[in-house]
């Protein structure tokens, strides 16, 4: 197959279109692109600015990536001839969102393992996630950039003793000098594959974080970074005209300007959840200092949808797997004056040059809203609260409760667009749950016309949580706490999963708390789809 650059359409309302050509003009007259691409990190800000002239690596990963495909070779043909049946990735945001996509997104491959992803902390999701698993036939892949990562780092000290310190059985991501790359040298581990340390954790699925995972799996590793290959080369133009991710970029900035800041992301099926990554990619990167764009994914889309004034709608389009009730939910948006930007790609092999163009979009919209879209100053927040809330208690964490009825109360009283509600879940990830999530999303949203968000927890406090602390003050938070679920011990640690989840989930209460946010935490007993679909037929009657 050859690979072909994704391609940008648009459907804009007059006001953001002017905007945006606009817009296109000054980045010709201050030669963004050019100085993006010759790597000049006062597009961002100041000279010398941390995490930027060090973070602009994934600039060159179509090409610099390819050098890896040797050693990705290698170990995808030991985990044949070794018999793995199951490679499992355990990392958090940047290190699993890309291998996740791309397990939701390609069938499994005859004679290869089966790709699973472990980013929870929930008792019942570890559990989940290993079951079965056979240590003469897995394995495992800690993924993590700075190698210190508490959920990954957690998980490997479980599998650790679970499989006998098997070192044959393990591998690591991470980059070079980590505490990670050192202890898989010290266990004897089978593989170590590097990063590129030029490259920040939501712009790496093109590096050896999303690779590895792809290559043991059987997927086509070479065949994606060609993908992303054909963007980047698409992505030089310094005009408006002939750059999609340029054009794409200065939509999201001028769109958020005009008050369209609810990114709705409508991505067919076939692409792998690609929204789960985008996720992170546009909320982490543009969520800061009272600006960005807050994506939306997951909503239901029938006709009776009520959508508000809020949204940009960015349509990605597999050519070849069309949904046609998302074409029409798009077309209705234009219709209603929301701006609509159509991501054409073909099929799951076009999902690296869906990446790299969305990555550069999103750099783009950076440099216009004027913020750095490579650093990520709220995330750390949550996680000294998380440590705080662990310092000072035992095995039990206290956590602030109220009944499902006053949480939708609280939540809608008052609530309209631009307002949103953003739903976090510690619950153990399942069909049944995802259905109840989206229908909550949806009997909020038609309430009240806000946009409403859902995330697992703890995998949003990577993604989305830097928008909710550190985007515009807009957000109204439900927590939802599965407090039934059997702990499951942490080596080393002196606390199980069960108190770092509870802990993370109270971490990010009282982060949220401190900003100025409204939330409310409601507990779950070990039904969580029932608690949901609860919540959802309250904030239905309210309509």
């Not at 309209?416 to 399942?430: D, H, W």
Request: aromatic share 4%.
């Amino acid at each position: 197959m050859t690979a072909h650059a994704a391609t940008l359409s648009l459907a804009l309302p007059p006001l953001i279109d002017e905007a945006v050509r606009a817009a296109g003009e000054e980045a010709v007259a201050e030669r963004i692109i050019e100085r993006i691409w010759a790597g000049d990190d006062t597009v961002f800000g100041p000279a010398g600015q941390p995490e930027v002239a060090d973070r602009l690596g994934w600039l060159h990963v179509p090409e610099r990536s390819g050098a890896l495909l040797p050693q990705l070779q290698a170990l995808a043909d030991g985990a044949r001839e070794r018999g793995d049946r199951v490679v499992i990735v355990l990392g958090m945001g940047g290190s699993s969102l890309a291998p996740e996509v791309l397990r939701r997104a390609f069938p499994a491959v005859p004679g290869a393992p089966e790709l699973r992803v472990l980013d929870s902390t929930v008792p019942a999701a570890v559990l989940e996630a290993l079951t079965g698993l056979d240590p003469e036939h897995t394995l495992v892949i800690a993924a993590s950039k700075s190698g210190g990562t508490t959920e990954t780092r957690s998980q490997l000290e479980l599998l650790w003793e679970q499989f006998g310190h098997r070192a044959d059985a393990f591998a690591v991501i991470t980059d070079p000098g980590s505490a990670l790359e050192a202890l898989a040298k010290e266990r004897g581990f089978r593989d170590i594959v590097l990063g590129d340390p030029e490259v920040g954790g939501r712009y790496s699925a093109l590096t050896a974080f999303g690779l590895t995972p792809a290559a043991v799996a059987g997927f086509d590793a070479a065949e994606l970074l060609d993908s992303g290959a054909a963007s980047a080369e698409a992505s030089h133009d310094a005009a408006l005209e002939g750059n999609d991710a340029l054009a794409l970029g200065l939509v999201m900035a001028e769109a958020a300007k005009a008050g369209r800041d609810k990114l709705t992301i409508l991505a067919d099926a076939s692409l792998g959840g690609v929204e789960l990554w985008l996720e992170q990619l546009v909320a982490e990167s543009t969520g800061k200092h009272g600006k960005g764009l807050l994506p939306v994914a997951g909503e239901p889309t029938g006709g009776s949808a009520r959508f508000g004034g809020d949204r940009l709608v960015l349509r990605i389009r597999d050519t070849q797997k069309p949904s046609a009730s998302l074409d029409e939910t798009a077309g209705r948006l234009a219709a209603a004056d929301a701006p609509v930007a159509t991501i054409d790609t073909d099929g799951p092999l076009g999902l690296g040059s869906v990446f790299f163009l969305t990555e550069l979009a999103t750099a783009v919209c950076g440099w216009r809203l004027g913020i750095n879209p490579f650093d990520q100053p709220n995330v750390q927040q949550a996680k000294d609260a998380t440590l705080a809330v662990l310092a000072r208690s035992e095995h039990e964490i206290p956590l602030p409760g109220v009944t499902p009825k006053e949480a939708i109360a609280d939540l809608l009283d008052g609530l309209a667009a631009p307002g949103f509600v953003g739903i976090l879940g510690y619950l153990a990830p399942s069909p049944s749950v995802d259905q109840a999530a989206q229908r909550l999303q949806g009997a909020i949203r038609d309430a009240t016309g806000s946009a409403v968000t859902y995330g697992y927890g703890p995998r949003y406090l990577h993604s989305t949580g830097q928008y909710h602390k550190g985007g515009p003050d807009e957000g109204r938070f439900l927590i939802v706490v599965d407090v039934a679920t059997p702990d499951v011990e942490i080596p080393g640690s002196g606390y199980g999963f069960r108190t770092l989840a509870h802990a993370q989930a109270l971490g990010d209460y009282n982060t949220l708390t401190s900003v100025g946010r409204k939330v409310v935490l409601v507990t779950t007993d070990g039904s969580p789809a029932e608690t949901l679909h609860d919540l959802a037929d309250r904030a239905a009657r309210t309509s």
